[in-house]
Nanobody
Framework: VQLQASGGGLVQAGGSLRLSCTAS????????VGWFRQAPGKEREFVAA????????QFADSAKGRFTISRDNAKNSVYLQMNSLEPEDTANYYC?????????????????WGKGTQVTVSS
């Protein structure tokens, strides 16, 4: 599976962005998908994840209530809608695919990583 994240950019605090993760290769619907982010000098951290069918989702505490995640398997895509953005959300955002939803939030269980897309939130 090859993953490509897009949709990042510069936004003011309080604004919104929608990130997309588009896959090619093996059956995308066989994988749970997670979003992670990494700010300069910090470790990569989990943000949100969605199950293979899209019926289950999970979020980091920092994302709850502000971010939503969805997927369209017909389009081989997963979306991260980010609202009420804060400067602390500034990071490079990565999408990732893992075979099991229960483990997708752990980087060592990810099978495939996409290249990141930069999100910068100005105060």
């Amino acid at each position: 599976v090859q993953l490509q994240a897009s949709g990042g950019g510069l936004v003011q605090a309080g604004g919104s962005l929608r990130l997309s993760c588009t896959a090619s290769g093996r059956a995308f619907s066989n994988y749970a998908v997670g979003w992670f982010r990494q700010a300069p000098g910090k470790e990569r951290e989990f943000v949100a994840a969605i199950s293979r069918s899209g019926g289950r989702t999970q979020f980091a505490d920092s994302a709850k209530g502000r971010f939503t995640i969805s997927r369209d398997n017909a389009k081989n895509s997963v979306y991260l809608q980010m609202n009420s953005l804060e400067p602390e959300d500034t990071a490079n955002y990565y999408c990732a695919a893992a075979p099991y939803y229960r483990n997708v939030r752990f980087t060592n269980h990810v099978d495939y990583w996409g290249k990141g897309t930069q999100v910068t939130v100005s105060s």
